[in-house]
């Protein structure tokens, strides 16, 4: 039997920039032109903010203050796992080196980026864990600086968990500007902060926009786009957990897609006969935000096999994949396409977004059939190095010279000879690319 779509999206997700390029890109170059006048100008359109933008130490300690003691320990709790998978992560990482032959060394060297610009959303929800997924694993890498930048609300500032957070992760500085005059603020170092080397974190089409724009002058993560999440489940899924999962993800905007992948029709019509009903429990603005993903993007389909539910979940490539069916190892080995992977019903995306450890920063719009997420990777640069004896040189010298001449590349040629002719004086080299 062919693969069925039992709900078929009738809109696709993908991003399209250049409905908002022109504007960011204005805005960047008014911006750099104009340095800090210029994007407090821009802060106080766009954020409706007149408070100081770099927060000072009191102004951090009042924050913090008004944090709950129970969600700080949310908060530490999350940071710690956040921490010690980063730390792992840094551990697979290792500078080395190897001989290639007598007296030639090559090796690599792993070094962190200097400086990092942390980007959190903080407009419709208060993104608390997009603070603790990005600063704590540039400072896990060694970033010597580490700017966090959050939008403020209009007379209040920056939300306190967030604040909360970015402190207790590692921020060197807290940044209160949102949106484009936010990233242009880190990336041309405004405010005395250092420019960025790498920008991180997620936000909302304008942040992409200004990271794309960016990226080349800076490092990026990743340029996302909406949010998205599959579900693949078999016939002994429960099909309230299903529901819920899906209903959980697409409450993250209207263009946020949702997938069931299937192999059990009567479960498919359960999941699609209850999502409206945990929908319309939802609280505004969620419920708004979830109806028109799950109208407009979200799809059903069912699959005869396991082995095509797997194909058709790394066609699609989703941001998370949630597996909930039996012998989860199967999945673990066979799936390839995704930016995180929840196994079992035991787990799920919820986990991933907020506190269980791996980072939440991942690739959206398919673009996991080509990379992972944020990882302390991202955030470090493996370089390499050589140094030889005279003696070693010699072979590699000959090759590098005639391959540079079949190239047409002769001065490097010269650069080759002229060692050769330095360190084995009078001896003859056959230098030419001719047989």
Not at 211 to 235: E, H, Q, Y
Not at 394 to 419: K, N, Q, T, W, Y
Request: charged residues 25%; hydrophobic residues 40%.
């Amino acid at each position: 039997m062919p693969r069925q779509y039992l709900k078929k999206a009738p809109l696709s997700a993908a991003s399209d920039a250049s409905e908002t390029h022109a504007t960011v890109r204005t805005i960047l170059e008014e911006i750099e032109a104009g340095g800090d006048a210029k994007a407090l100008e821009y802060a106080r359109r766009f954020d409706r903010y007149e408070g100081s933008v770099l927060m000072s130490e009191q102004e951090i300690e009042a924050a913090c203050a008004q944090v709950p003691a129970k969600l700080r320990r949310d908060i530490d709790l999350a940071h710690d796992n956040v921490r010690r998978f980063a730390e792992l992560q840094k551990s697979t990482l290792t500078e080395a080196e190897i001989e290639l032959s007598p007296g030639y060394v090559t090796g690599q060297k792993v070094i962190p980026v200097a400086t990092a610009g942390c980007y959190v959303p903080g407009g419709r929800y208060s993104h608390v864990a997009s603070a603790i997924m990005t600063v704590t694993t540039a400072r896990v890498a060694g970033c010597s600086h580490v700017t966090a930048c959050s939008p403020p609300r209009p007379g209040q500032g920056i939300a306190p968990a967030i604040v909360y957070a970015a402190q207790l992760c590692g921020a060197d500085r807290i940044l209160a500007m949102g949106g484009v005059q936010g990233v242009a603020a880190m990336t041309f170092g405004l405010f005395g902060l250092p420019p960025a080397h790498i920008l991180a974190g997620p936000g909302n089409q304008f942040v992409a926009e200004a990271k794309r724009i960016l990226f080349g002058r800076v490092g990026i993560d990743m340029i996302a786009g909406p949010t998205d999440s599959l579900v693949l489940a078999d016939t002994g899924a429960d099909a309230e957990v299903v529901a819920t999962d899906l209903v959980s993800q697409a409450e993250h905007g209207y263009n946020s897609p949702v997938w069931l992948v299937t192999d059990d029709r009567a479960l498919a019509e359960r999941v699609i006969a209850r999502v409206p009903e945990l929908i319309e429990d939802l609280p505004q603005p969620n419920r708004d935000n979830a109806a028109a993903a799950w109208r407009d993007y979200a799809e059903v389909v069912l699959c005869d096999t396991r082995e095509e539910m797997a194909a058709c979940s790394d066609e699609y490539a989703p941001e998370h994949l949630t597996v909930q069916a039996a012998d989860p190892d199967w999945w673990l080995g066979r799936l390839r396409c995704y930016g995180s992977l929840f196994l079992g019903e035991e787990t799920t995306v919820t986990y991933g977004d907020k506190a269980s450890g791996p980072n939440h920063v991942l690739p959206t719009s398919g673009a996991a059939r080509y990379t992972g997420g944020l990882s302390v990777h991202k955030f470090m640069k493996v370089v390499t190095w050589q140094r030889a004896s005279r003696e070693a040189s010699r072979a590699v010298a000959e090759a590098s010279a005639r391959i540079s001449r079949l190239e047409g590349m002769e001065g490097h040629a010269r650069a080759a000879d002229i060692r050769l002719a330095k360190y084995f004086p009078g001896r003859n080299f056959d230098l030419s690319c001719d047989e």
